[in-house]
């Protein structure tokens, strides 16, 4: 059995991380997927709780045909040296035999401890990301293309595209954390 | 759709922890599994690691035939203050209606928010829990009788039984964390 | 007898602040005035000690005739995670009916909690501000007006306009917290 | 103009800590009050948070007459390192002359970076103390008299019984934080 | 060039340790002396500061004519898990080929990450511990024999007997971290 | 004896600190150099691990002559708090005379504790900066030039230019922390 690693901060997920997921799954049997930066919620580039992320990859994998026996789906908060961040990871996941990423810093930091790394084919990086739905929900320019059907559900019940639009006004009263 | 909470630190889960989830999936539709002190593996009284309780909880319940469709496994780390753990319970978890629990803090802290509270109907409580497991196998007594096969199998992989006996041994080296 | 909750830096304490302070104090009976970010100085966006904006606080509406049976002062750190922030505040303060805020994010979280929010009657808030204050004092330009005479003489006791004008040439040896 | 400071956990205000102050202010001019270990609360050894023992402290000199214009009243989170502890005192509160303490590490601390400590006249400190009061809650034996009046009611209001009762129960599923 | 690693407390240094270290030396070129919960001080159980640690430890083996030259000393705070102390260990100390140690808990967790361990022959353990030091310093016994001269002098320079007997005396008033 | 304090994040140490530290030498006796943000790595402003700094500080001075007799060499992590982060110094380094620094922030602090502080005569410090060192490594400039024969043997063993223009590329995947 070959199981993967697959980090993200899913803030929120949307069909690229979706596209992507279903190509690592084609080539292992088992992938832990990891909500990163867990504790963070309620600031711009990080709206969403790691309860309702969960919910919105739940669905969004889901919506796709692929089965939670297929995939553990881990919250892991920031650690607080990046030096120490694989060791979170292995103490929070499953062992894993190799990582999914295209991030120079999480690629950087396995590579080191000589883990295996592989890049991810995604699609077109700059529409499906994180930060181009959180920007056209800001700029009320269309997003909804742009994450799953699942998603959007869980996004407006959780009134979602208030909540960053408030979130882009404030000047940090509760510091800057 | 009605969600229900239940907490406990799985060290290791043993078959009380699988009676109790299978009678509270039995009056809801989803349950939340919190894996209490994530942070902590390798003492005495919290030997594995959050990734190796993920590992043991889902082959336990997959054992007794709960599939992963019907509940999710979330590790959440200790609070800085016991005034917020519901406020971080409530940021790495889905919704929930109900809360189970049979520990007079955890049903404490909710009641004080005006959650509802419900006991768990365990099986005998003092043969099955943690503190047993752990005492019967640092004394070498007959410990895999109260929990699943899967869990054996798992406790086996990654020696867990000599990490046990090993830690008992140690005055805290490494601070008293 | 009611009780408002009122949260701000006072970086220090200016008359938009004092003059909001006393609209709230004509509505309700006591007012619970946290002063947030408690852990943090000595950087240039956040110069001054809990303590030395405590002394500010009490001096000013002792100025303006508020007499400290009307309010709580209490300082509070930030919180390690925005979602546990309202939880924070209640256990460091005694229980409030409702919070006056202009902040969208602190307005956001209480009223995702079902909390009574308020907003505050300000004065003009471009030259009552703190960062304005700070501003003026670095490039050497008329601050005293902005601020209360008793708030004057703390900052002057403690030699803050040269605090701040050094911290503004720092390039943060001690990190970025 | 004088001032003292006066660390307490006040778990919670006691009779021999009323004295206490009163004692001290006959000698000073305004006193620090310092509500330590402010991010504890809903554990048996310290059951109440930062907001309500504010409350109970406030409503407990009140009571005797000692007007709020002649404390501060502080809560003070844990430092990480009780190396930090008095610098971190020092930020949180205003400056003062003098340490009033019997606690020996209390006044070491102090006492090694050269700041002028004295001992506090205490009534029956054995009767007199949070663990008594604790104690007696605990045991159902009669605590009233030892506490004011004034906190009597504030206990009674968040049914501070119930709360200590319940604590000494659990068997620390928050981990032991 | 082979590098071996050592982890103490040294609360304070004993005959013991110097011993052991100088056996060490003698089978690799370079030591790394790792000072573990270097930010613990002023408790009955870790009296000493990292800094006079530090003092103490280098005056010592220069004692017995270990130069630095041969050693790298470095204090080290606790890691917030076990999981990820090795890494932080990685992280503050130059690459090292082998550890050295007799604690169960080291031991088991460098040898899970597949890591190099060894035991150290140490003189009669019962004498010369850290534990008996400060038993010895409290009850007003013959301590001055387990440690060497030049750890005498630190200890009595900073008044060492005197803190270790007050810290015994205290109830905690600072919490219990 | 005149013991004198140097804090540097020696990120990485360049010619400029090397001249420097052999200045404060020819002034006192001992020099405890403080090797600050001890647990950062991996960022493109922070690339190197407090264990690599060591080794490089340790390196470079070696290389001028200057042995480990002559200077503490300690790595500290950021203090939670500004305010503290005098203490956290005093606790982790041995007592010393005088601070030498330039750093604004670092002179205020101590200044504010009545603290001896003197200014470092620099080399030029527009190009022996960390910041230039970092600048021209990821720009393909001529870099070697700037720091020490034996600095830039370590940094090229652990692959570092490698490391430096990776993290230049991320975009945070671990959190801003």
Known sequence: MKRGLFVGRFQPIHKG???ALKRVLSEI???VIVIGSAQRSHEFRDPFTAGERL????????????????????????????AVWVAEIDS???????????DPLTCRLFKELH???????LLDRTAYSGTEVRRRILDGEEW??????????VIDEIHGVDRIRELALTDTPLGRA
Request: charged share 20%.
């Open 144 to 153: 909804r293309e742009l994450v799953p059907m699942s998603v959007i559900r």
């Open 17 to 19: 991380h979706v596209e």
């Open 29 to 31: 049997d088992e992938i």
């Open 115 to 121: 883990r295996r790394v592989q890049a991810v084919p």
């Open 55 to 82: 919910m919105m990859v739940r669905a969004a994998l889901h919506e796709v045909g692929v089965s939670p026996f297929d995939y553990y789906l881990i919250p892991v908060p920031d650690a607080p040296m990046h």
């Open 92 to 102: 929070y996941a499953p062992p894993f035999d190799i990582v999914y990423s295209n």
